[in-house]
T-cell receptor, first 112, second 111 residues
Framework: DTAVSQTPKYLVTQMGNDKSIKCEQN?????MYWYKQDSKKFLKIMFS???????INETVPNRFSPKSPDKAHLNLHINSLELGDSAVYFC???????????FGEGSWLTVV | SQQGEEDPQALSIQEGENATMNCSYK?????LQWYRQNSGRGLVHLIL?????REKHSGRLRVTLDTSKKSSSLLITASRAADTASYFC???????????FGAGTILRVKS
């Protein structure tokens, strides 16, 4: 019974392609996030949604578009992928902003 | 700019020894949290300490918080090989609306 699940776990794609990562949480949390972890393990917040509403957008290029169809799902769509987009993307959720965060297992994106 | 900064960047100890990791932050906080990340996995929450608390324990973990110095430490006692992981501190920042993570400390426990 995975609390926060994201798919795919691994994704290798060519520059210029468009790809999506899906995320679902079964914890009943109101807030969901996307974080990006780079090769130096630095973890940076990208987006935060509360009850399907975007509340944080951390100066992420508009090639990245999150979509929250309901409060249990937060998907990430990336257009025109670039080499620098290669990273691990983590979906997460919490009961409220600033509270304990529950992370998914990550999606390893490699752009070639 | 990055809120939390961990120190040291990497730590290598023998099984049974204690491991201490430090975290410094810049703005006022409501709480500070520590997370662990095993290689190839997501982050797992370890412990949360509120700004009005000075020390907290959970099993072999001991966390201290000094808000006057804007710093926290995580002590793992009697370390085990399974404690090998990266450890991150995270603060809820000035507005309490998001968690901001430090760069992490890589801990290696040798058996």
């Amino acid at each position: 019974d995975t609390a926060v699940s994201q798919t795919p776990k691994y994704l290798v794609t060519q520059m210029g392609n468009d790809k999506s990562i899906k995320c679902e949480q079964n914890l009943g949390h109101d807030t969901m996030y996307w974080y990006k972890q780079d090769s130096k393990k630095f973890l940076k917040i990208m987006f935060s949604y509360n009850n399907k509403e975007l509340i944080i957008n951390e100066t992420v290029p508009n090639r990245f578009s999150p979509k929250s169809p309901d409060k249990a799902h937060l998907n990430l769509h990336i257009n025109s992928l670039e080499l620098g987009d290669s990273a691990v993307y983590f979906c997460a959720s919490s009961q409220a902003s600033g509270n304990t965060i529950y992370f998914g297992e990550g999606s390893w994106l490699t752009v070639v | 700019s990055q809120q939390g900064e961990e120190d040291p960047q990497a730590l290598s100890i023998q099984e049974g020894e204690n491991a201490t990791m430090n975290c410094s932050y810049k703005t006022s906080i409501n709480n500070l949290q520590w997370y662990r990340q095993n290689s190839g996995r997501g982050l797992v929450h370890l412990i949360l300490i509120r700004s009005n608390e000075r020390e907290k324990h959970s099993g072999r973990l001991r966390v201290t918080l000094d808000t006057s110095k804007k710093s926290s430490s995580l002590l793992i006692t009697a370390s085990r090989a399974a404690d090998t992981a990266s450890y991150f501190c995270a603060t809820d920042g000035e507005y309490g609306n998001k968690l901001v993570f430090g760069a992490g400390t890589i801990l290696r426990v040798k058996s």
